[in-house]
């Protein structure tokens, strides 16, 4: 009986895994190309599995207006026919928006993407709050995931999005085989 009970919890576990560890096993890197409102690519996001369980999360970018802009991983992974596909912050632990809400942050907040004078921007982070293997926090879980990029720094405390404004830029996060 206890055999069964075994094999039973197995198939379930099983069966909630996403299509993308179905297919082919552990996720150990994910990339998206990021695109601005007229489709073309304006840089690459790369997320990366540690061995302490924690992602790293490294995005190039150009041709953005400098300054601070905020950057979330978002619920689906889709990006057209507009960036309202890729829906709201990814969140499935229910927390409130922002690295700085004592109730939060999203699984999906990041910290600004700093954009130089000349367009260009880059950001590199460790997060535990994502991951590329299966669970409650997997990028890869039904709905997919994306990278959305904001026109305005994000204020790391209010919801739902940190008054960070409009998306312009979005990518599709897709693991890497």
Known sequence: MKKLIMIVALLIALSLVSPAFAQGGTVKSATAALKDAGGKQIGTATFTQGTDGKVQVNVQVKGLSPGLHGIHIHQYGAC??????????YN???????????????AGDLPNLNVNKDGTGALTVMTGRVTLTPGQTSLFNGNGTSLVIHAKPDDQVSDPAGNSGDRVACGVITADR
């Open 80 to 89: 057209s026919p507009t960036f309202a596909a890729a829906g709201e912050h």
């Open 92 to 106: 499935p632990t229910g927390k409130h928006h922002g690295l700085d809400n004592p109730n939060g942050p999203h």
